[in-house]
């Protein structure tokens, strides 16, 4: 059980697209899910927190506007990287929960390059 | 700031126990101590938790002291799949951000 898949698993796109990544709770409905981002060779960074039907809240130094979050489910939110540029390359990796005491279950993260 | 202290690496022959040990001196009364591990390109996978009391499940033990400043995380018969990087996190319960640290890069030695 506590299965989170995520869409697609890696992506490589041009510079000045935009990327929409995927999370779904496949068995159970996430009331929570938090978008991470992590660099080679660096640990997860928390970028977002959304619950379903309402706004995300970003961790300081997270532009909101370029990391457009929709949770609009309780199955599914997506992340979508706006205008990304090489410095946007990274691992995104997102993960849910279905009440606040139990464990985060993380996808398998999306690898995004950006030439 | 980083809340819990881990060795940066450890070796394990396979077959033998692994115990990852975490340092959490400034723990509080209601934090829960989390471990998950990280195999290379993945997600991170949740492993175990605890408040006070010793926990096991199918995958590991958890082990924490009477005083809470510390915990070792038992893995009972390693094997070469267990190679990954192990995280003990500290968090309450209803606290929304899991703050992963640097962990322990564990390598399973054949």
């Known amino acids: 059980g506590a299965v989170v898949s995520q869409h697609p698993s890696w992506v490589i796109c041009k510079s000045g697209t935009s990327v929409k990544i995927e999370c779904r709770s496949l068995?159970?409905?996430?009331?929570?899910m938090f978008w991470y981002r992590q660099f080679p060779k660096q640990s997860l960074m928390l970028m977002a927190t959304?619950?379903?039907?309402?706004?995300?809240?970003?961790e300081q130094g997270v532009e909101k506007d370029k990391f457009l979050i929709n949770h609009a489910s309780l199955t599914l939110s997506t992340l979508t990287v706006t205008s990304a540029h090489p410095e946007d390359s990274s691992f995104y990796i997102c993960?849910?929960?279905?009440?606040?005491?139990?464990?985060?279950?993380f996808g398998d993260g999306t690898r995004l390059s950006i030439l | 700031d980083a809340k819990t202290t881990q060795p940066t690496s450890m070796d394990c022959a396979e077959g033998r126990a692994a115990n990852l040990p975490c340092n959490h001196s400034t723990i509080s009364g209601n934090e829960y101590v989390y471990w998950y591990r990280q195999i290379h390109s993945q997600g991170p996978q949740y492993i175990i938790h605890g408040l006070k009391n010793n926990e096991t499940n199918e995958m590991a033990s958890l082990i924490i002291t009477e005083d809470r400043k510390s915990s070792t995380l038992i893995l009972p018969h390693a094997t070469l799949r267990d190679t990954a990087v192990y995280y003990c996190?500290?968090?309450?319960?209803?606290?929304?951000?899991?703050?992963f640290g640097t962990g322990t890069r564990l390598t399973i030695i054949p």
């Open positions: 068995d159970f409905q996430a009331t929570t």
């Open positions: 996190i500290l968090t309450n319960f209803g606290n929304e951000k899991l703050t």
């Open positions: 959304s619950n379903e039907g309402s706004k995300a809240t970003y």
């Open positions: 993960s849910a929960r279905d009440q606040s005491n139990q464990p985060q279950h």
